[in-house]
C-alpha cells in the first residue's frame, strides 16, 4: 500500500490530507505521462482523460483542479459530471480513453474524498503507474529513463482543453438498459442511491425498464452523501420496503460501485447472498466458466457450505475488489464479489457495478419467477462475530505462539462446522478476529478466548 494510494485510490479528509493542490499535482503528472506515451509511439495529439465525480462539495475543487493540472501539461479532460464510478470505466475501455479518474470517497462521510485512477482498459490502475505519481508528489520521479525534477508546461498550441461529455454518461445508462431480458412492468422497486453518484441515473434504468420506482437517498445536497442513505444504512432500506408493500429493494453506496438488497420480507440479502444466487443461476444454465465463484477470505462459511452442497467451487482472495478482480482475470471467472456488495459480473463489467447488480438480481427473480427471498432458499448465513483489537505490534501479535495455539484451539472446536479467521488490518494498529458458526452463543465464546490471550501477552 503506497504513501497517498491506498487500495482504493488517494483517500482523505478533503483540504486535510487530500488537497487541491495534490489533485492539480495528480492532474499534472497523467497528462505529462500519457501524452509523452503517445508521442513515444509515435501518436500526434492529445492524451484524452474522462472523469467522474460523485456529489460531495468538494469533487467540483478536486475535479477543477486535475482538470488544471491535465491541461497544463497538454492532455484534453473530458467531463462525465456527476456519475458512477462503474460509468467512468465502462467510457475508458468503450471510447479509447487514455485513462479515467472518479472523485468519490465511496461510503465515506461527505467531508472525505478520494482520487480512483481508471486505466484503459476500464481496470483499477496498477502499482507500478501508482508508484510513479507518488514519486512525482514527493519529488523524485524517475520515467522514461531519467529524472524530473519538474514537469515541461504545454506551450501554446499543445495546451489541452475540457470537454463536455454528458454524452458518455448517457451511453452507459443506455448499455445497461440494453442489458435487460425482462420487462419490470408490475413490478414495485425501491432505490437507495445514497444521495450519491446514482441518485439520477439508477431512476432512469428502472424507468425504461417499466418498474414502478420508489426513491430514497435522491436529493443530494454536497453534504448528504451516506448520509442515514444507502448501503452502509441498509435499515433505513428495510423499513422503506416494508411501509411500501415493495417486490424488492436495493440500495448503492456513494459512487455506485456497490449494491445490496432487501427481499420483499424485509430482510437484508448481502454481496455473499447475491453471489449464491447469481452463482446458481449460472450453474443451471451451464454458464459458470470453471465453475468458480471467486469471493474474499470474509465471506461467509454458509455460502461455502451451500455451494458444496450445489457443487460449486470456489476461491478465497484478500479483502478488496481488486484482488478479486485480478484472480478473476487471471483465472477466467465470469463471476466474484465481496459480502459488502462489490459483484464483479466480468462479461459485462471490468469493476463492481451497483446498478448492474441490481439488473442481475432483477434477471433471475424474473427468469426463475421467484421472489428474492426464495432465491435465497439453501443458504443459511451463519452468525458472525468480529471484533477488532488495538495492538502495539500486529505482526508480532499474531505469529505469537499462544495466541496461534489459541486460534488452533477454537479451530479445533468448530471443526467443519464454523471457522476462525485472524488477520491484521491493512490500514491500522489492528488485529481482528472473526469467528463464524451455527450458534452466536460460541462465536462470541471463541473470539473472547483469542483477544483474552492478546491481551494477557500484553499487546494492547
Same mark, same amino acid.
Given at each position: 500500500?503506497?504513501?497517498?494510494? @491506498?487500495?482504493?485510490?488517494?483517500? *482523505?479528509? =478533503?483540504?486535510?490530507? !487530500?488537497?487541491?493542490?495534490?489533485?492539480? #499535482?495528480? %492532474? +499534472?503528472?497523467?497528462?505529462?505521462?500519457?501524452?509523452?506515451?503517445?508521442?513515444?509511439?509515435?501518436?500526434?495529439?492529445?492524451?484524452?482523460?474522462?472523469?467522474?465525480?460523485?456529489?460531495?462539495?468538494?469533487?467540483?475543487?478536486?475535479?477543477?483542479?486535475?482538470?488544471?493540472?491535465?491541461?497544463?501539461?497538454?492532455?484534453?479532460?473530458?467531463?462525465?459530471?456527476?456519475?458512477?464510478?462503474?460509468?467512468?470505466?465502462?467510457?475508458?475501455?468503450?471510447?479509447?480513453?487514455?485513462?479515467?479518474?472518479?472523485?468519490?470517497?465511496?461510503?465515506?462521510?461527505?467531508?472525505?474524498?478520494?482520487?480512483?485512477?481508471?486505466?484503459?482498459?476500464?481496470?483499477?490502475?496498477?502499482?507500478?503507474?501508482?508508484?510513479?505519481?507518488?514519486?512525482?508528489?514527493? @519529488?523524485?520521479?524517475?520515467?522514461? *529513463?531519467? =529524472?524530473?525534477?519538474? !514537469?515541461?508546461?504545454?506551450?501554446?498550441? #499543445?495546451? %489541452? +482543453?475540457?470537454?463536455?461529455?454528458?454524452?458518455?454518461?448517457?451511453?452507459?445508462?443506455?448499455?445497461?438498459?440494453?442489458?435487460?431480458?425482462?420487462?419490470?412492468?408490475?413490478?414495485?422497486?425501491?432505490?437507495?442511491?445514497?444521495?450519491?453518484?446514482?441518485?439520477?441515473?439508477?431512476?432512469?434504468?428502472?424507468?425504461?425498464?417499466?418498474?414502478?420506482?420508489?426513491?430514497?437517498?435522491?436529493?443530494?445536497?454536497?453534504?448528504?452523501?451516506?448520509?442515514?442513505?444507502?448501503?452502509?444504512?441498509?435499515?433505513?432500506?428495510?423499513?422503506?420496503?416494508?411501509?411500501?408493500?415493495?417486490?424488492?429493494?436495493?440500495?448503492?453506496?456513494?459512487?455506485?460501485?456497490?449494491?445490496?438488497?432487501?427481499?420483499?420480507?424485509?430482510?437484508?440479502?448481502?454481496?455473499?447472498?447475491?453471489?449464491?444466487?447469481?452463482?446458481?443461476?449460472?450453474?443451471?444454465?451451464?454458464?459458470?466458466?470453471?465453475?468458480?465463484?471467486?469471493?474474499?477470505?470474509?465471506?461467509?462459511?454458509?455460502?461455502?457450505?451451500?455451494?458444496?452442497?450445489?457443487?460449486?467451487?470456489?476461491?478465497?482472495?484478500?479483502?478488496?475488489?481488486?484482488?478479486?478482480?485480478?484472480?478473476?482475470?487471471?483465472?477466467?471467472?465470469?463471476?466474484?464479489?465481496?459480502?459488502?456488495?462489490?459483484?464483479?459480473?466480468?462479461?459485462?463489467?471490468?469493476?463492481?457495478?451497483?446498478?448492474?447488480?441490481?439488473?442481475?438480481?432483477?434477471?433471475?427473480?424474473?427468469?426463475?419467477?421467484?421472489?428474492?427471498?426464495?432465491?435465497?432458499?439453501?443458504?443459511?448465513?451463519?452468525?458472525?462475530?468480529?471484533?477488532?483489537?488495538?495492538?502495539?505490534?500486529?505482526?508480532?501479535?499474531?505469529?505469537?505462539?499462544?495466541?496461534?495455539?489459541?486460534?488452533?484451539?477454537?479451530?479445533?472446536?468448530?471443526?467443519?462446522?464454523?471457522?476462525?479467521?485472524?488477520?491484521?488490518?491493512?490500514?491500522?494498529?489492528?488485529?481482528?478476529?472473526?469467528?463464524?458458526?451455527?450458534?452466536?452463543?460460541?462465536?462470541?465464546?471463541?473470539?473472547?478466548?483469542?483477544?483474552?490471550?492478546?491481551?494477557?501477552?500484553?499487546?494492547?
Amino acid at each position: 500500500m503506497g504513501k497517498y494510494f @491506498g487500495t482504493d485510490g488517494f483517500r *482523505g479528509e =478533503a483540504n486535510v490530507n !487530500l488537497t487541491a493542490d495534490h489533485a492539480f #499535482q495528480v %492532474g +499534472r503528472f497523467i497528462g505529462w505521462y500519457y501524452t509523452q506515451l503517445k508521442r513515444r509511439n509515435g501518436q500526434d495529439g492529445p492524451a484524452r482523460v474522462v472523469i467522474g465525480k460523485d456529489t460531495r462539495r468538494s469533487s467540483y475543487m478536486l475535479e477543477y483542479s486535475l482538470v488544471g493540472g491535465l491541461t497544463a501539461s497538454g492532455a484534453d479532460a473530458y467531463l462525465l459530471h456527476v456519475t458512477t464510478t462503474p460509468s467512468v470505466a465502462f467510457v475508458c475501455r468503450t471510447e479509447d480513453f487514455d485513462c479515467g479518474i472518479m472523485i468519490s470517497a465511496s461510503h465515506n462521510p461527505y467531508y472525505d474524498n478520494g482520487i480512483k485512477l481508471i486505466n484503459s482498459f476500464g481496470e483499477k490502475m496498477d502499482e507500478r503507474f501508482i508508484q510513479l505519481i507518488e514519486d512525482y508528489l514527493d @519529488g523524485h520521479l524517475e520515467a522514461f *529513463g531519467k =529524472a524530473w525534477k519538474e !514537469l515541461p508546461l504545454a506551450k501554446r498550441d #499543445q495546451i %489541452g +482543453r475540457s470537454v463536455d461529455h454528458v454524452a458518455g454518461r448517457n451511453r452507459y445508462i443506455g448499455y445497461l438498459i440494453g442489458l435487460g431480458m425482462y420487462s419490470f412492468k408490475g413490478l414495485k422497486i425501491g432505490l437507495d442511491c445514497a444521495n450519491g453518484a446514482a441518485w439520477n441515473i439508477a431512476k432512469n434504468v428502472f424507468d425504461a425498464m417499466g418498474a414502478k420506482t420508489y426513491l430514497i437517498g435522491a436529493a443530494p445536497d454536497g453534504y448528504n452523501i451516506n448520509e442515514n442513505a444507502g448501503s452502509t444504512h441498509i435499515a433505513v432500506m428495510q423499513q422503506f420496503v416494508l411501509e411500501n408493500g415493495l417486490d424488492v429493494g436495493f440500495s448503492y453506496d456513494g459512487d455506485a460501485d456497490r449494491c445490496l438488497c432487501v427481499d420483499e420480507k424485509g430482510n437484508v440479502i448481502t454481496g455473499d447472498h447475491i453471489l449464491y444466487i447469481y452463482g446458481k443461476y449460472m450453474k443451471e444454465r451451464g454458464k459458470l466458466v470453471g465453475n468458480t465463484v471467486v469471493t474474499t477470505v470474509m465471506s461467509n462459511f454458509g455460502l461455502y457450505k451451500a455451494f458444496d452442497s450445489l457443487g460449486i467451487g470456489y476461491a478465497k482472495t484478500a479483502v478488496g475488489d481488486k484482488y478479486v478482480y485480478e484472480y478473476m482475470m487471471a483465472n477466467g471467472c465470469r463471476l466474484g464479489g465481496e459480502q459488502s456488495g462489490h459483484i464483479i459480473f466480468s462479461k459485462y463489467a471490468s469493476t463492481g457495478d451497483g446498478i448492474l447488480t441490481s439488473l442481475k438480481m432483477m434477471e433471475v427473480m424474473l427468469a426463475k419467477k421467484k421472489t428474492l427471498s426464495q432465491l435465497c432458499e439453501g443458504f443459511a448465513f451463519y452468525p458472525q462475530v468480529l471484533k477488532n483489537v488495538i495492538v502495539t505490534d500486529k505482526a508480532q501479535a499474531q505469529a505469537d505462539p499462544d495466541v496461534q495455539a489459541a486460534v488452533a484451539a477454537a479451530a479445533a472446536r468448530l471443526g467443519d462446522s464454523g471457522r476462525i479467521l485472524v488477520r491484521e488490518s491493512g490500514t491500522e494498529p489492528k488485529i481482528r478476529v472473526m469467528v463464524e458458526a451455527r450458534d452466536g452463543a460460541i462465536c462470541e465464546e471463541l473470539v473472547d478466548s483469542v483477544v483474552e490471550v492478546i491481551r494477557k501477552k500484553g499487546y494492547v
